[in-house]
């Protein structure tokens, strides 16, 4: 079996349960799993591979809770640029339904080779439209070029314009559709071993694109397979305007009467609840993605991360889709939870206190050990024994981190994002000095602006 050895890092921080930093750290791994990790001087002399680190921050690789990888396709559509979330789903619904299944799958190379890049090793996406022949099999398949852990949700959407919902009805599926084809891929890919690179997600897309029937049933499957479950919820004031309208309730009670609150859901968003509700979400263990970027993009709100926190809700980060963010960065995400947290912290009024600002340290947190609770994986998120040899190192000499000698953690993110040097998914290679391993970029970046394209045009590129 193969070892790696990891070796001078300039700082280790493990994430573990005691958050333990580790001047001139390292670890070793065998087959993909960490046996040792501590100062260098303490790890073996010799491995099949050596990496050594001296001026990097090793840590454990970013969790991505939350992301529509065909966006990519879609960024900065002009008529899409100002407009708050029915808006711009309305806006850009009609460029979706002309989806190819080639579209899938370079999207989601694109998206997945972005992701890497910023530090990012498990990826969760959310495709819940499948126009003209299109499958989730088509992301699984160009995903494993990548190399990353992906979680694959199989979304679905049967509420359409002429029943009341807000998509279109050519982008819509019958609920008896979605709920075969959802057995089908948990019976074809999902694997819940340790260490699993790949798992399938039961997925509705959010309660205005859902019937309430589709939901019930959705939950009753993945409860049958032993899979997770995931949607869209309390994103908007206009979301949480049309559930009480439609449903006579908020989101949250509303998910919740449709078996939607457990430790096997998480929710997108989550942004407009309150605190009798995020109470019921810590005791029934319901997790959340944060997706600041969206949030601030398309005008959503600030979501209360730090109540969830101190109640016990897990929490992790998301890019969300690359035509809200117009990013799949996720260092850069992590950092502006960070931000908007403290944003949502300030005074409002004079006399008034400021509240609890975020620390770097708790921001790394989501991103890392948070993410992995909210998908149920204790096999990754922190660098300790037992645990996968998912990690990222980023190289300290560079412009942006000049000066920020005395805390290289809180640099990463305090200082501008920066794309990482080395992203490793159980052992191998990801990215390597700074380049994919098994991806060719700049002929992946052709091939996805020739799609993008002929997706906005209607026609050959």
């Given at each position: 079996?193969?070892?790696?050895?990891?070796?001078?890092a300039?700082?280790?921080?493990?994430?573990d349960?005691?958050?333990?930093?580790?001047?001139?750290?390292g670890?070793?791994?065998?087959?993909?799993w960490?046996?040792?990790?501590g100062?260098?001087?303490e790890?073996?002399?010799?491995?099949?591979?050596?990496?050594?680190?001296?001026?990097?921050?090793?840590?454990?690789?970013?969790v991505?809770?939350?992301h529509?990888?065909?966006?990519?396709?879609t960024r900065?559509?002009?008529a899409?640029?100002?407009?708050?979330?029915?808006?711009?789903?309305?806006?850009?619904?009609?460029?979706?339904?002309?989806?190819?299944?080639?579209?899938?799958?370079?999207?989601?190379?694109?998206?997945?080779?972005?992701?890497?890049l910023?530090?990012c090793?498990?990826?969760?996406?959310?495709?819940?439209l499948?126009p003209?022949g299109?499958r989730l099999?088509?992301e699984?398949?160009?995903?494993?070029?990548?190399g990353?852990?992906?979680h694959a949700?199989r979304?679905?959407?049967?509420?359409?314009?002429?029943?009341?919902g807000?998509?279109?009805?050519s982008?819509?599926?019958t609920?008896?559709?979605v709920?075969e084809?959802?057995?089908?891929?948990?019976?074809?890919?999902?694997?819940?071993?340790?260490?699993?690179l790949?798992?399938?997600v039961?997925?509705?897309?959010?309660p205005?694109?859902?019937?309430a029937?589709?939901?019930?049933?959705?939950a009753?499957?993945?409860?049958q397979?032993?899979?997770?479950?995931h949607t869209?919820?309390?994103?908007?004031?206009?979301?949480?305007?049309?559930?009480?309208?439609?449903?006579?309730?908020?989101?949250?009670?509303?998910?919740e009467d449709?078996?939607?609150?457990?430790?096997?859901?998480?929710y997108a968003h989550a942004?407009?609840?309150?605190?009798?509700?995020?109470?019921?979400?810590a005791?029934?263990?319901?997790?959340?993605a944060h997706?600041?970027?969206?949030?601030?993009r398309?005008g959503?709100?600030?979501?209360?991360?730090?109540?969830?926190?101190?109640?016990?809700v897990?929490?992790?980060?998301?890019?969300?889709?690359?035509?809200?963010?117009?990013?799949?960065h996720?260092?850069a995400?992590?950092?502006?939870?960070?931000?908007?947290?403290r944003?949502?912290?300030?005074?409002?009024?004079?006399?008034e206190?400021?509240?609890e600002?975020?620390a770097?340290?708790?921001?790394?947190?989501?991103?890392?050990?948070g993410?992995?609770?909210?998908?149920?994986?204790?096999?990754?998120?922190?660098?300790?024994?037992?645990?996968?040899?998912?990690?990222?190192?980023?190289?300290?000499?560079?412009?942006?981190?000049?000066?920020a000698?005395?805390?290289?953690?809180?640099?990463?993110?305090?200082?501008?994002?920066?794309?990482?040097?080395?992203?490793?998914?159980h052992?191998?290679?990801?990215?390597?000095?700074?380049?994919?391993?098994?991806?060719?970029?700049p002929t992946?970046?052709?091939?996805h602006?020739?799609a993008?394209?002929?997706?906005?045009?209607?026609?050959?590129?």
């Amino acid at each position: 079996m193969p070892t790696l050895l990891l070796r001078n890092a300039n700082l280790l921080a493990t994430m573990d349960g005691a958050r333990t930093e580790i001047p001139d750290g390292g670890l070793f791994a065998r087959d993909g799993w960490i046996e040792q990790v501590g100062p260098t001087a303490e790890l073996p002399a010799e491995a099949d591979e050596v990496l050594d680190l001296r001026n990097h921050l090793l840590l454990p690789g970013f969790v991505n809770t939350h992301h529509h990888l065909y966006q990519t396709l879609t960024r900065a559509i002009p008529a899409a640029q100002d407009a708050d979330l029915f808006h711009w789903l309305k806006t850009l619904y009609p460029i979706w339904a002309r989806l190819q299944p080639e579209d899938i799958r370079v999207s989601a190379q694109l998206g997945l080779a972005e992701l890497a890049l910023s530090g990012c090793t498990t990826a969760s996406d959310h495709l819940y439209l499948f126009p003209n022949g299109s499958r989730l099999d088509d992301e699984i398949e160009a995903a494993a070029a990548v190399g990353l852990r992906l979680h694959a949700s199989r979304g679905s959407m049967s509420l359409g314009e002429s029943q009341g919902g807000l998509p279109p009805d050519s982008v819509v599926e019958t609920e008896d559709a979605v709920l075969e084809d959802t057995r089908r891929l948990i019976e074809a890919y999902h694997d819940s071993e340790p260490g699993s690179l790949l798992q399938i997600v039961v997925a509705p897309c959010s309660p205005f694109s859902v019937t309430a029937d589709l939901m019930r049933q959705s939950a009753a499957l993945a409860r049958q397979y032993g899979v997770r479950l995931h949607t869209h919820l309390a994103e908007t004031i206009d979301e949480e305007r049309f559930c009480l309208e439609t449903f006579g309730q908020r989101p949250v009670g509303y998910a919740e009467d449709l078996d939607w609150a457990g430790d096997d859901v998480w929710y997108a968003h989550a942004v407009h609840v309150n605190s009798e509700e995020i109470g019921r979400m810590a005791q029934d263990g319901t997790g959340v993605a944060h997706c600041p970027s969206s949030n601030m993009r398309l005008g959503s709100g600030i979501a209360p991360v730090l109540k969830y926190l101190h109640a016990g809700v897990p929490v992790g980060v998301g890019v969300d889709g690359s035509a809200s963010n117009d990013s799949s960065h996720l260092l850069a995400e992590t950092r502006l939870a960070m931000l908007l947290s403290r944003v949502g912290a300030a005074p409002t009024a004079v006399g008034e206190e400021p509240g609890e600002m975020m620390a770097a340290r708790t921001a790394l947190t989501l991103a890392t050990v948070g993410g992995a609770a909210v998908l149920g994986r204790t096999d990754i998120g922190s660098l300790e024994p037992g645990k996968c040899a998912d990690f990222i190192a980023i190289h300290l000499d560079q412009v942006p981190f000049a000066g920020a000698q005395s805390d290289p953690l809180a640099a990463v993110l305090l200082c501008s994002p920066v794309n990482v040097d080395f992203n490793y998914v159980h052992g191998r290679a990801v990215v390597a000095n700074g380049q994919l391993t098994g991806i060719e970029l700049p002929t992946l970046v052709e091939r996805h602006n020739h799609a993008s394209r002929r997706l906005l045009h209607g026609g050959p590129a």
